[in-house]
């Protein structure tokens, strides 16, 4: 996908998270858009709590389209989950995302890192830190 087009729907999945600032209870607003050869098949924002995550949202709207596309994810996708359900990290490799596109890193010391190392060891190709000036302060203090 072109740099252009990256940009925008990582705006978008930024734009998810901040509609949700507030309303996510202790985890993160995130928000995450699938795309494949460039089309939205998929997008959604941490719910309403906390759970369920984005990423796991999107995956279901995306359902087998998921395959082969692109997960912009405005916060690194976990990669271990409290509750003891598959990290969305597995989740996305598991549908069988090709490339995942993440704006921050995790600022939590215990877990971050953890899904963008599960998902390279899945094979699934990772690229971090797009447009993270601009999704920076969804994440400050966590």
Not at 4 to 15: F, N, S
């Amino acid at each position: 996908m072109s740099r252009t087009l990256d940009e925008t729907l990582m705006r978008k999945a930024i734009a998810l998270a901040r509609d949700r600032l507030g309303a996510t209870g202790a985890n993160p607003a995130v928000g995450c858009v699938i795309a494949a050869a460039g089309r939205v098949v998929g997008e959604a924002a941490t719910a309403t709590g906390g759970r369920p995550h984005a990423e796991e949202q999107a995956l279901l709207l995306a359902g087998a389209r998921a395959r082969g596309a692109t997960a912009y994810v405005s916060l690194e996708p976990c990669g271990e989950r409290t509750s003891g359900a598959p990290s969305c990290a597995t989740r996305l490799a598991a549908a069988g995302i090709a490339r995942v596109v993440y704006a921050c890193a995790n600022p939590d010391r215990r877990s971050g890192g953890r899904g963008p190392a599960a998902l390279a060891a899945a094979g699934v190709h990772v690229e971090k830190g797009l447009l993270a000036g601009e999704a920076a302060d969804l994440y400050q203090g966590g």
